[in-house]
Nanobody, 120 residues
Framework: QVQLVESGGGLVQAGDSLRLSCAAS????????MGWFRQAPGKQRERVAG???????TSADSVKGRFTISRDNAKNTVYLQMNNLKPEDTAVYYC??????????????WGQGTQVTVSS
């Protein structure tokens, strides 16, 4: 089992920045692809960004150039640096861990979610 605990959400204004953190613990938690999903009210959950054990990253077109994912394997922690936030980024953000090489749409392990609200 892997446990994921997110932190760093909040209420910000458009153009501001936030950094989300996700600490992983449990069995072989450093051996997983990790990343972030988000879900806005009335919308489907969306994969935002993923990072492999080796540090290769992917991100959704909607956040390219604004969001950066990174990980510290020594701390079993993944980060999402979000810059130039927009009201459409408002959502609950979920950390995820996947036993496969890359973060898939069915990762298997989820955090509890952290709310990000961007006001215009």
């Amino acid at each position: 089992q892997v446990q994921l605990v997110e932190s760093g959400g909040g209420l910000v204004q458009a153009g501001d920045s936030l950094r989300l953190s996700c600490a992983a613990s449990g069995r072989a938690s450093s051996m997983y692809a990790m990343g972030w999903f988000r879900q806005a009210p009335g919308k489907q959950r969306e994969r935002v960004a993923g990072i492999t054990i080796g540090g290769s990253t992917t991100s959704a077109d909607s956040v390219k150039g604004r969001f950066t994912i990174s990980r510290d394997n020594a701390k079993n922690t993944v980060y999402l640096q979000m810059n130039n936030l927009k009201p459409e980024d408002t959502a609950v953000y979920y950390c995820a861990a996947d036993m496969r090489v890359v973060l898939t749409t069915s990762p298997g392990y989820w955090g509890q979610g952290t709310q990000v609200t961007v006001s215009s």
